[in-house]
């Protein structure tokens, strides 16, 4: 079936502005993560969700940073106020309910936000 | 938290070597480490995993090693093909407030030399 999507694929801001990203988990996913990775690093924790509720926002760097899933499906990250520092690939997960046991993490390919 | 390190962060192997990347963590309660490799331009896909009540995993030509007393785990490469050239992220995960928490590693650039 299909993999995680998400879009823009990229994404060009000028500072100051709002941006908004999708992501677009594996149907009956019901754990969708939602991850930073900058330049030569590895993927940086933001938020998870189980169904619609996001159970864990503590990688959340500030709060111009926003995500919703409100059908337990779909998910939008959204950043107010965009500083060039927030320029990354943001990166979204999803995986079987994790609870009873190791769940692979399937990741998609990413958005990369550039602010100018 | 948890604090993942990995090492080294570039590495150059001649196709046919060994490569190995290692990798420790700070937190005891980890019990899952995946590791992803990540090609230029793509997503990170899961190539081997352990879990924390197994010392060893092989899987055809790349293997995972644990040790818990020592919070250190390995993967090994072995036969490297230029195809094996990307970036290695370790992980380390552990279960708190119902779900499996992820820290990676700062990733490995494997160049696997024709």
């Known amino acids: 079936g299909a993999g995680v999507s998400q879009t823009p694929s990229n994404k060009v801001t000028e500072k100051g502005k709002y941006v908004e990203l999708r992501c677009d988990p594996i149907?009956?996913?019901?754990?969708l993560y939602w991850y930073r990775q900058s330049l030569g690093q590895g993927p940086e924790f933001l938020i998870y969700?189980?169904?619609?509720?996001?159970?864990?926002d503590s990688g959340l760097p500030n709060d111009r940073f926003f995500a919703v899933r409100p059908e337990g499906s779909v998910s939008t990250l959204k950043i107010q106020r965009t500083e060039r520092g927030d320029s990354a690939v943001y990166l979204c997960?999803?995986?079987?309910?994790?609870?009873?046991?190791?769940?692979?993490?399937?990741f998609g390919p990413g958005t990369r936000l550039t602010v100018l | 938290g948890e604090n993942v390190e990995q090492h080294p962060s570039t590495l150059s192997v001649q196709e046919g070597d060994s490569a190995v990347i290692k990798c420790t963590y700070s937190?005891?309660?980890?019990?899952?480490f995946p590791w992803y490799k990540q090609e230029l331009g793509k997503r990170p896909q899961l190539i081997i995993d352990?879990?924390?009540?197994?010392g060893e995993k092989k899987d055809q030509r790349i293997a995972v090693t644990l040790n818990k007393t020592a919070k250190h785990f390995s993967l090994h490469i072995t036969e490297t093909q230029p195809e094996d050239s990307a970036v290695y992220f370790c992980?380390?995960?552990?279960?708190?407030?119902?779900?499996?928490?992820?820290?990676f590693g700062t990733g490995t650039k494997l160049q696997v030399i024709p």
């Open positions: 149907s009956g996913h019901t754990a």
């Open positions: 992980a380390a995960s552990r279960y708190s407030g119902g779900y499996q928490k992820v820290t």
């Open positions: 352990i879990r924390s009540n197994v």
């Open positions: 969700f189980q169904g619609t509720g996001a159970a864990d």
């Open positions: 937190d005891s309660a980890s019990n899952y």
């Open positions: 997960a999803s995986s079987l309910s994790p609870r009873s046991s190791y769940n692979e993490q399937f």
